[in-house]
C-alpha cells in the first residue's frame, strides 16, 4: 500500500505528479513519510482585545462589506466586526477571491493582528467560515516546491491517511513497542501530520524517530551476521612473525597488543575478520596495519592498502618499504601512476607476483584484479563509506577488512557508522610522548610566536604553517596559503620554506613533502591536505592561521601532525576576530588533549552531518531522528536490535520471519 504511486490519489493529476516528484514524492509511503517543518498552533480562537499588535493568532469576525480598491496595486478590502472592535482583512490577489466571502456571514481569520485604538488589520490572513472542520487545531507546514500550495499538500495527506487506515502494518516487533511504550505506526502518521495535542505530537514523533533508528541499526547489524561466514582456509600465526615484532624498533604500547591479539584471533578464527581500529591521532595504527599485512602475506594471501590522498599512500609506502626492504613485492597505485606502469603492474597483481598493493581508493574504482586477495585495509574509512568498503570486500572471496580511523567517534555514533564492524581501540599514545602544548596566540603576540618558532628551528626542529585558502582572493579575507608562502620566505630568508596544496600535482607534492620528511624544508606551508595522517616526527610546531575557520576535530587532527616523537610539541592557533562560540571551541582545544572529548563537543557543536557527513558514509539521511538530540532512543533501539540479533543468531523462527517480512524496508538501502 505504501509503494501506490501518487496519481491515484484524488486531486493528484499528471502536473502535480511531476511537481510532487521535484521534492521526491512519488508513493503514498514517501508522502506519509514527507514531515511537516514546523506546526502552527491555532487551536483557539483568541478576543481581538486579547491579541496583541504583531502577535500571530485566529479570530473570529462578521463580514459587513468587501470592496476592490486600489491603492498602491489592486486589493480586496474585507470589512468586518467583532464585538465592538471594527477592521479591514485585505488581500492582494482580488480577483481570485471576489466571491470568497459573504456579507453578514462569520469567519476565522488567522493573521498577525496590526490595532491602532479599536480598529485592527490583517494583511493576507487565511480563513474560513466558522465551524469549518479542521481549521482550528494544529496546523503542519510543510518543505513545498513552486505550484503546490500547504492547503494542498494536507489534504494530499489527509487523503493518504484515510485511503490507508486501518492498512499501515507494523513494522517493529510486537514486545518492542509494547515494552518501549510506542505508539502504532498509524497513530504515529496521523499524528505527526495533524497532533491532537502537544503530547500526541510527542509521542508520534518518538515512535517514528525509534522506527528510523531501529531500522537502520538492524541493517548494519544484519551486515555484520552477514560477513559473519565460515571461510576455507583460516590463517596461522607463523614463528617468523613473532620474531619479526621482537625486532620491531619499538616495544608496542598495551593498547597495540591488545588489537594485535584480536586482529590474530580474528584471523584464525576460521570467520572473515571484520574489524575498525580507533585510535587517536599518534596512537600508533599504522604499525598494527602492516603487522595485519605480513600475516596475510605469511599466508600466502595478497593485501591492499587503501588511502584517502595520494600523499599517504605515499607515505604508507615509503614507511613499508623501510620495514620489509624487498622482502615483500609492493606496489604503489594511485592515480598518478602512469598508464602503461599502471598495466604493468596490475598484471603483476593479477598473476600473484605482487603481494601488497598501496594505494588511494582509485585502485576499488578501477579493474584491479587479485590473484589471492586476502586483505583489505582501509586507512581514514569516514572518508569513504560503507558501500565502497563493500565494494573491495567484494573483490576477493571474503577477504578479511581492517579499517583505521583516526577520527575519534563517540561510541554511540559508532555503533550507527560501524555498527556492522567489531571495534578495537588504540587509546594509549607510545611511551615517552609529551602532551602538546596548544596555545590561543592574538593577533599582537604573532611577532613573539615567531621569535619563539626561530629558536626551535635553530634547535633543529621543524613547523608546519596551516592556512584556510590556497591563494589570495578579494571575496574573502582570510589567509592563503600561497600569500603566507611569500610572507614567511621573507620574515625567515635563512630557512628552506615549502608550499603544499591541493591545487599542485601529487608528484609536485610528493617532492616538498620528501623534503620535509628529510628534513631540507624547515617551515612547510600547506593547506588541509595534510590533515591527516602525516607523520613527521621531527616537526614539533604546528601554526593553524584563522583557526575559527576550522571545525574542532580537523583541529584536533592538525596538531596531531606534531607531538609524534619525544620532544615537546606545540600549537598555535592564530584568529583575528574571535566570537563567543569560536572562543569557546578553542579553548575546549586548549583544554583538552582527548579526541574522544573533542569529537563529542563538536558533534554538540556542528552536528554529525556537518562533522562526520553522513551522506559520505553511505548512510541514508535520517528523516526525523537526529543523532544527537536523539541519543537516548538510540541508546535504547541498541538495546532492542543487539536482543534480537542474539535470537537470529539462535535461529530463533519468528526471528527470522520477522525480519523476511522486513527484507524490503531494508533493502531501500544499500543491496547486500
Ligand atoms: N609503540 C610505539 N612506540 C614508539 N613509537 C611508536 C609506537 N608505535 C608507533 N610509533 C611511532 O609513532 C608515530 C605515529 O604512528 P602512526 O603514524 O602509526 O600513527 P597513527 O595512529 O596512524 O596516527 P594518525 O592517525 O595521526 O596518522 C610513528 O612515527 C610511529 O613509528
Known sequence: MLDTSVDKLYGVGDRKRKLLEK????????????????????????????????ALGCIEAKVVEVQQKRAKKEILSVTVESHFHQGEMVFFSP?????????????????????????????????????????????????????????????????????LQGKIMENLPEFVVQEAKLVTRMTAFTQIHFPDSAEAYKAAKRRLVFEELFILQLKLMLLKQNYHKPIKAPYTIPEDFEFWISRLPFQLTQAQKRTLDEIKTDITSGYAMNRLIQGDVGSGKTILAFAAIFLAVLNHKQAVLMAPTALLAEQHYEGFKKIFGNTITVALLTSDVKAKNKEALKNQIALGDIKVVIGTHAIIQEDVVFESLGLVITDEQHRFGIRQRMNVALKG??????????????????????GDMDVSLVDELPEGRKPIKTHFIKPEKVSDMYGFIDKRIQEGRQVYVVCPLVEDSEAIDLTSATGHYEHLRNRFPDYEIGLVHGKMKSSEKETIMKAFHENKIQILVSTTVIEVGINVPNATIMVVMDS??????????????????????????????????????????????????????????????????????????????????DKKTLKEVQKYVKMIIAEYEMNNVQVKRYIQKLSNELETWFTL
Not at 506519509?32 to 496583541?52: C, E, Q
Not at 462569520?106 to 480598529?119: A, E, L, N, R, V
Not at 488589520?121 to 487545531?137: D, I, R, W, Y
Not at 574542532?552 to 563567543?580: A, T
Request: proline share 4%; aromatic share 10%.
Open 397 to 418: 572471496n571474503q577477504p578479511h577488512t581492517l579499517i583505521m580511523s583516526a577520527t575519534p567517534i563517540p561510541r554511540t555514533l559508532s555503533l550507527i557508522l560501524y
Open 23 to 54: 521534492i521526491n514524492i512519488r508513493t503514498f509511503g514517501d508522502l506519509l513519510m514527507a514531515y511537516p517543518h514546523r506546526y502552527i498552533d491555532r487551536r483557539r480562537v483568541i478576543s481581538v482585545s486579547a491579541l496583541k499588535t504583531g
Open 548 to 629: 575559527e575557520r576550522f571545525g574542532l576535530s580537523q583541529l584536533h587532527q592538525l596538531r596531531g601532525r606534531v607531538g609524534r616523537g619525544e620532544v615537546q610539541s606545540y600549537c598555535f592557533l592564530l584568529s583575528e576576530k574571535l566570537g563567543k562560540t569560536s572562543k569557546e571551541r578553542i579553548e575546549s582545544l586548549v583544554n583538552s588533549s582527548s579526541g574522544f572529548e573533542i569529537a563529542e563537543r563538536d558533534l554538540m557543536l556542528r552536528g554529525p552531518g556537518e562533522v562526520f557527513g553522513l551522506k559520505q558514509h553511505g548512510l541514508p539521511e535520517l528523516r526525523l531522528a537526529s543523532l544527537i538530540e
Open 95 to 163: 480577483k481570485y477571491l471576489k466571491n470568497a466571502f459573504e456579507v453578514g456571514q462569520s469567519y476565522y481569520f488567522f493573521g498577525k493582528m496590526d490595532k491602532t485604538g479599536m480598529f485592527f488589520k490583517m494583511l493576507q490572513p487565511e480563513f474560513a467560515k466558522v465551524g469549518t472542520k479542521g481549521f482550528l487545531g494544529i496546523i503542519p507546514v510543510y518543505p513545498l516546491t513552486a505550484g503546490i500550495s500547504n492547503k494542498e499538500m494536507i489534504a494530499y495527506k489527509k487523503g493518504v491517511l484515510s485511503a
